[in-house]
Nanobody
């Protein structure tokens, strides 16, 4: 099982980034997919998730700015992040859930700073 996250980097406040997670070794269509983040000194938190049938959910702090989507033909989940703020700085992790299993990617660093 591999969840390969990419797309992180340094961006100025107000900018945009697009994170992608490529999954292999799982039956992607059956998995609920999510993006989590962990800022220095803080607990990991859910940012957004998308169920296997396409229902989406966002943490309040990113509503209207982030969009999660999935492509079941390419086994990928993406997180489009717009209007980024310094408080969005964190390591972002891809997650795949097919109960009772929960799998994590290696994380990609997003830094929002001028």
């Amino acid at each position: 099982v591999q969840l390969q996250a990419s797309g992180g980097g340094l961006v100025q406040p107000g900018g945009s980034l697009r994170l992608s997670c490529a999954a292999s070794g799982i039956i992607f269509n059956f998995n609920d997919m999510g993006w989590y983040r962990q800022a220095p000194g803080k607990q990991r938190e859910l940012v957004a998730d998308i169920s296997h049938f396409g229902r989406v959910n966002y943490v309040d702090s990113v509503k209207g700015r982030f969009t999660i989507s999935r492509d079941n033909t390419k086994n990928t989940v993406t997180l489009q992040m717009n209007s980024l703020k310094p408080e969005d700085t964190a390591v972002y992790y891809c997650n795949a859930v097919l109960k009772p299993f929960s799998r994590w990617g290696q994380g990609t660093l997003v830094t929002v700073s001028s």
